[in-house]
């Protein structure tokens, strides 16, 4: 993938190196402006070589490198030896080749990198070589960590590719089960800042569909088609791929759901803020997108009063903004006010008693700042609001006041405590 950026990485490299000389050595090479990964992956491939090189020696000499006291000696003669080793034009750009692939890619396809780079051409792979292989990996550290401990508990001795890519994926999985899809982002980012380290930048759209790759690679298929279909769209927003993903998991919440409410009653019981987490996206997005073309056919055929319910999911003017700010207001008043509406009665509720203690815990450190009286005066205004609509008004006030993300892990759990006990 990205070959051609590749090749302009190499190519600016080498001429810039090897104008005035033909070699250079790896202490000058790292004294260069490269990125860290990049000196690592070249730094760990010269150490083998310098080992095989010791290794060929020991086959024909009869001098004890292993004795206690020459080994020290041994181990700084080898570093000397890898940090004046001489490369040519042709073998530094094999073997920025080899680093790019592996960083470049590694970022955007980790799973499928990981078993390519650690494989090769192999069935079978001894942990020994793989252990030595996760030492070239700079990001994503979780996946050799995880692995090595994978390895360490079972005691195997060698695993085969495809055992080997379901732990990948099983690791995936388990470390992003509480992501959201900007937090998958924020992980795909590295990307991004990878490129700007070797002087690259990459435009909204093709960082859009390397996105989309990112998530096909991860498994999350059905996300990715969802953002597929609206790569259209994305492009005509002229936002930024993070802002337009925070304005689907918005949207999604907030529009989309109600309208396949009552035909999806079932899946919509655990259609809370929790599921516009990965996970959720991925069970529902089938609905949403066929729910989304029924309204869209609705909307082309005939457009009128009935279907203004309609028009709000996927309007965008100044007149439904206006209504909707409007209701907003009128109905902040009156819960300041503490003005109940006649038809209906303001229930006695206790949900900071029926909140688990540890998810308590943390909703006081990581919305309310640790000030937990701050936390029973919000529940006290909560456990008094009549519906949804109010909680959600009180809900969004507290958020903008304390600059809180509403699609955060911590945002995104309390707010499903609060409606699964309010709705």
Known sequence: MFDREKQIVIDRYCKAIFHETDKISVSNLFNLNLPDSIKHYISKEIEIRVEHEFNEIKKFSKFDFNHPSVKPLVEELKVLLKFTKELDENELSLLLKFALDLNMDYLLKPCDTLKTFVFRYEEFQTVGVIKERLKFITKYEYFPILINEYFNRTGITKIHRDNFVDLLYKIEKEYTKDFTIVDHYEIFSQFKSFLMELNLFINDYPEYEAF???????????????????????????????????????????????????????????????????????????????????????????????????????????????????ERNELYEKLKSGQPEKSQKILDRNLDGLMPNRLKKKIVRKIFDGNEMMFNEFMSSINKVKNWDEASFLLTELFDKKNIQPFSKWAIKFTEFLYENIK
């Open 212 to 326: 989309l790759i990112h998530l096909k690679d991860k498994n999350h298929s059905d996300i990715a088609k969802f953002l597929e279909e609206r790569k259209e769209h994305f492009k005509s927003s002229g936002e930024n791929i993070k802002s337009y993903l925070q304005f689907l998991l918005q949207s999604v919440s907030k529009d989309v759901v109600k309208e396949f409410k009552v035909e999806a009653e079932e899946s919509l019981d655990s259609f809370t803020s929790e599921q516009l987490m990965v996970t959720g996206l991925e069970k529902l997005s089938s609905g949403i997108n066929e729910k989304s073309n029924e309204i869209d056919s609705n909307l082309k055929g005939e457009i009128s009063n009935q279907d203004l319910r309609q028009k709000e999911v996927f309007a965008s003017s100044e007149k439904i903004e206006q209504k909707i700010s409007t």
